[in-house]
């Protein structure tokens, strides 16, 4: 599975994208879409889009991992955040991506273990679990990165859950199934005695009938 973390940002998009097979997750590229202050916002949103959609059409992910944004006291901040979200959602949904989305406390939980974890924290992590031999800079793509790793590690246990839950059910449909043949079995022995007492003619009255006759002859 190839997956696309993006963490977004109006002056610094980060972009990381990664493949799992099975267990093991490797970067296979990450960058960093960066646009200016001075220039109009419909223009730093086009180069998001275009930039981010020459990602996708490179590298082929199926799967986008962003993260969601959190509204605290900069509103202003997180205003712009969400437009150049926006711009990178566009992108994803034009190439049909499936879309996950991580709270930074998701993120941080799944990659480092703790919701609490630090940047320097974060960038370790996805250095040792990407095997990589350097930190990924900036670190918006150490961000980028520890998305699409977290999307993985979600992906992955929603996975092994759902099989196991249809593996249950699967064992429960076969001890039914064992019971009802062997109740079929038990009606069917049952029967086949039954008719064959009858054609003995045991438990009838006219068989004991018959039978007291012949002895009387």
Known sequence: MIILGID?????????????????CRARAYGCVTTKA????????????????EVIELYGPTQLSIEKIFFGENSRSALATAHARGAA????????????????????QAVVGTG???????????????????????????????????HANLTR????????AAL?????QKAQEALDAATARGVTAAATAARLAGARGE?????HVRQSRRNTQ
């Open 8 to 24: 977004p940002g109006l002056a610094h998009t980060g972009w990381g994208v990664i493949e799992t097979r099975g267990n093991v």
């Open 38 to 53: 001075s220039e109009p916002i419909d223009q730093r949103l086009g180069r998001i889009f275009d930039e981010l959609t």
């Open 89 to 108: 959602l566009v992108a994803a949904a034009e190439a049909g991506l499936e879309l996950g989305e991580y709270t930074p406390m998701q993120i941080k």
């Open 116 to 150: 609490s974890a630090d940047k320097r924290q974060v960038i370790f992590m996805v250095r040792n679990i990407l095997a990589l031999d350097h930190d990924p800079r900036p670190d918006h793509c150490a961000d980028a990165l520890a998305a699409a790793i977290c």
């Open 157 to 164: 246990t929603q996975r092994l859950t759902r099989e196991g």
């Open 168 to 172: 249950q059910v699967f064992e429960q």
């Open 203 to 207: 438990g009838s009255p006219l068989g």
